[in-house]
């Protein structure tokens, strides 16, 4: 059983860029969540995903976007990079209204 | 005040005791309650999921959620150096809402 897979492992960019990561959820599971986790702080909720929609946003700014695919894999996409995005970004697969969420190994995106 | 908190600490417990880990929340009407455990450099793995007030055992983990105190904590019996880690515990407000909200963790060592 195939668990909640992301890519990339590691991603080094600088300021101003813009970045795209992915996620495939845990099989079976149909919604995807995004979090944010700087060092020694537990994991910011940015959005979920369900039926190809955003259908819960955390407090991030609108350079964060991601969408979800038919085939329930999402993306996670932040434009105009700052240094304060560097962080391990999460994603973490449900099954609708099964609360239960279960992590991917995450991307460590740096910003220099 | 913070909507999930826990103490940071580190907490240190020898080798066969039991580590009793606290979190206290602030929305009344929270309904689902989660302990995830990760380890340095790792992902948040699911550990405990508890919905009720009492007690859910589960080998050697148990929580207990008291919902008119606002306490959930996690107690691990028989405690191994493997259980070495940082203990996040997270919240989900209300019904119908899929956000997790953590707490900053708890960062557990055993002590050979």
């Known amino acids: 059983d195939a668990g909640v897979t992301q890519s990339p492992t590691h991603l080094i960019k600088t300021r101003g860029q813009q970045v795209t990561l992915r996620c495939s959820p845990k099989s079976g599971h149909d919604t995807v969540s995004w979090y944010q986790q700087a060092l020694g702080q537990g994991p910011q909720f940015i959005f979920q995903?369900?039926?190809?929609?955003?259908?819960q946003r955390g407090n991030f700014p609108d350079r964060f976007s991601g969408h979800q695919f038919p085939n329930y894999s999402s993306e996670l996409n932040v434009n105009a990079l700052l240094l304060g995005d560097s962080a391990l970004y999460l994603c973490a697969s449900s099954l609708d209204q099964g609360n239960e969420q279960f992590f991917g190994p995450g991307t460590r995106l740096t910003v220099l | 005040q913070k909507e999930v908190e826990q103490n940071s600490g580190p907490l240190s417990v020898p080798e066969g005791a039991i580590a009793s880990l606290n979190c206290t929340y602030s929305?009344?009407?929270?309904?689902?309650f989660f302990w995830y455990r990760q380890y340095s450099g790792k992902s948040p793995e699911l550990i405990m999921s508890?919905?009720?007030?009492g007690d859910k055992e589960d080998g050697r983990f148990t929580a207990q959620l008291n919902k008119a105190s606002q306490y959930v904590s996690l107690l691990i019996r028989d405690s191994q150096p493997s259980d070495s880690a940082t203990y996040l515990c997270a919240v989900v407000s209300w019904e119908g809402n899929e956000k997790l909200t953590f707490g900053t963790g708890t960062r557990l060592t055993i002590i050979p």
């Open positions: 929305d009344r009407v929270s309904q689902s």
């Open positions: 508890i919905y009720s007030n």
């Open positions: 995903y369900y039926e190809e929609e955003e259908r």
